[in-house]
């Protein structure tokens, strides 16, 4: 049975693994225990196969707005839902005061990633625009968006 908590500090090293599996150009250690640790306006929700972590969504807040920075699931768990979940138990993460409220989730996608893509178009996501040799390998990156007010 799959389960989700908050990531912490001891799950480093499985995020690492999961990082370097998954992304064409993964975020460094120092970058992942900065996100875990440093970032003020971060949170990160893992998901579990009883203790092996099998993915997990990097998400930060800001005012009335939050940016999915990554989302990943190893491959021998994918097309179970289980991203869809890790999407679902962030916006229910958001603040519930009214002044705090998450009105909007912004996302970029690489052009190329076709499943990515479909999972947010199938969560309420909108295409707003391309943007042009976004990452390093100069692959454009499709900017999303998700009202949720």
Request: aromatic content about 10%; hydrophobic content about 40%; overall charge negative.
């Amino acid at each position: 049975m799959i389960n989700y908590r908050k990531l912490t500090l001891s799950d480093l090293d499985a995020l690492e693994i999961i990082e370097n599996e998954c992304f064409i150009d993964p975020f460094k250690k120092e970058d992942l225990l900065y996100e875990l640790k440093d970032n003020p306006v971060n949170e990160l929700i893992g998901a579990f196969d009883e203790d092996k972590l099998i993915g997990f969504i990097d998400y930060m807040i800001t005012f009335n707005s939050s940016t999915i920075t990554q989302i990943a699931v190893t491959k021998a768990y994918r097309k179970q839902r289980i991203a869809t979940t890790l999407l679902t138990l962030m916006e229910e993460s958001f603040p519930k005061e009214i002044d705090d409220k998450v009105e909007t989730i912004t996302l970029e996608v690489r052009e190329s990633n076709e499943p990515a893509h479909k999972l947010y178009l199938s969560n309420g996501y909108e295409d707003v625009l391309l943007k042009k040799n976004y990452y390093k390998d100069a692959e454009n990156a499709i900017y999303m968006v998700k009202r949720i007010l």
